[in-house]
């Protein structure tokens, strides 16, 4: 089982996660957009060196903006999917360049997952699904009845395939193999609040289910 704190972080609302085995402790970052004072805080208090993983579920500058700090600050190895791990390193594909004021180069990934792929915090089993649309590399994090989303599913909405390395087909191939997954998963997400895939199911207007 596991404890979750989201806490936003950019003007933009991208929403970070602080999660925690309860069974061990171990803690992991998913999407530090940026290292304001409310994640400073929840670092603290959780402990630095409670951290074993910085998770990123793609590579745009709202998402990863404190990747380098909150890397210093825990020591912590930075996890992308390896499609997105590039731009981590280009201003144009994280767009910075175009969106975030200035050009910006990112902490290099220390792991780069693949699809299918699991990996443990603490007792906690994780599966990594590659979810491309939203960028090519974008993925979902998902455990027991959880998927840490991305902006690949919004409440009633989905992510934009506009940016470079979207790609629409790809995008709505991602949603169906997340909403065929069997029974229901809470879906935080990337934005906004929280949602579920049997909600999504009925309601979201984008998706021909």
């Known amino acids: 089982m596991i404890h979750i704190k989201r806490i936003p972080v950019t003007p933009m609302e991208t929403n970070c996660f602080i999660i925690r085995d309860e069974a061990t402790g171990r803690c992991a970052i998913i999407d530090p957009g940026a290292l304001n004072k409310a994640l400073s805080a929840a670092i603290e208090e959780a402990g630095y060196d409670s951290f074993d993983y910085i998770l990123l579920t793609h590579c745009h500058f709202d998402h990863v903006g404190g990747v380098s700090r909150v890397k210093q600050l825990t020591g912590a190895p930075v996890a992308i999917h390896a499609a997105d791990a590039p731009g981590l390193r280009d201003p144009y594909v994280n767009l910075s360049g175009t969106m975030g004021g200035c050009k910006t180069i990112y902490s290099p990934a220390d792991i780069l997952f693949t699809d299918g792929q699991t990996f443990r915090l603490g007792e906690t089993e994780f599966t990594v699904l590659h979810t491309p649309g939203h960028t090519p590399g974008s993925c979902c994090y998902c455990t027991d009845g959880i998927i840490f989303a ?60």
């Not at 191939?173 to 065929?180: F, G, K, N």
């Open 150 to 209: 991305g902006d690949t599913l919004f409440y009633e909405s989905i992510g934009r395939t506009d940016f470079p390395g979207g790609d629409t087909r790809q995008m709505y191939d991602s949603l169906e193999r997340l909403l065929a997954l069997e029974g229901d998963y809470c879906v935080y997400t990337g934005h906004y609040e929280r949602t579920s895939l049997s909600h999504e199911r009925a309601f979201n207007p984008y998706i021909n289910w």
